[in-house]
């Protein structure tokens, strides 16, 4: 079975730049996560879809991120305008749509610096 | 607010040791309790897992305690080995599969 794919996997920009990246998930699973992991912390959710709709973006940066899941497969993340404080690795994952004992399963992550 | 809080921040131990994270979390809603391993450059990886309703699961060298009424689980591993050296990662789920993770212990296994 396929795992998570992520690209572009290493990213530099200059601040203020506009960055995309693509997400897709294992196949059939219907929840796909966007996670941030700066160096040394754990992953904090930015946004979580089921299917093509939004669960919870709470964390989001709404007026610099956004993001989308047409079809309620591949997703898109983008940043615009990247701060320099954006610099970290941006995990995408997904999860099957199970009521319970399921978990997610990360894919190998978009490495993003800004300078 | 942190909702799964992770210690410590880095462990060194022995080959052939016994390893221990704790985490703790305050929201009774959690419903499953992942542990995950992450290696550099590598997206985390399910380790072992557990519900609250079972106090303890093992899979080969690695074992999770779970305490509801403290609301702290920890992951054992025993006769740690080199390869283990890794960052680890609680996490716990909330309703709607939403996952929060504790800050990671970043874990040294000495030859």
């Known amino acids: 079975e396929a795992g998570v794919a992520q690209s572009p996997r290493y990213k530099i920009i200059e601040k203020r730049q506009s960055v995309a990246f693509w997400c897709n998930p294992i196949?059939?699973?219907?929840?796909l996560y966007w996670y941030q992991q700066i160096l040394g912390q754990g992953p904090k959710l930015l946004i979580q879809?089921?299917?093509?709709?939004?669960?919870?973006d709470s964390q989001l940066p709404k007026d610099r991120f956004s993001a989308e899941r047409l079809k309620g497969v591949d997703s898109t993340l983008k940043i615009q305008p990247a701060k320099l404080e954006d610099s970290a690795v941006y995990l995408c994952?997904?999860?099957?749509?199970?009521?319970?004992?399921?978990?997610?399963?990360f894919g190998e992550g978009s490495w993003l610096t800004v300078v | 607010q942190q909702q799964v809080k992770q210690s410590p921040q880095s462990l060194i131990v022995q080959k052939g040791g016994i390893s221990i994270i704790n985490c703790a979390y305050e929201n009774t809603a959690f419903d499953y309790f992942p542990w995950y391993q992450q290696f550099p450059g590598k997206g985390p990886a399910l380790l072992i897992a557990?519900?609250?309703?079972?106090s303890e699961k093992k899979e080969g060298r690695f074992t999770i305690s779970f305490n509801k009424s403290a609301k702290q689980f920890s992951l054992h591993i025993m006769d740690s080995q080199p390869g283990d050296s890794a960052t680890y990662f609680c996490a716990a789920r909330a309703t709607g599969n939403q996952f929060y993770f504790g800050t990671g212990t970043s874990l040294t296994v000495i030859p």
């Open positions: 879809f089921q299917n093509n709709g939004v669960v919870d």
């Open positions: 196949s059939g699973h219907a929840t």
């Open positions: 557990i519900r609250p309703d079972v």
């Open positions: 994952a997904s999860s099957p749509m199970t009521v319970s004992g399921n978990t997610i399963y």
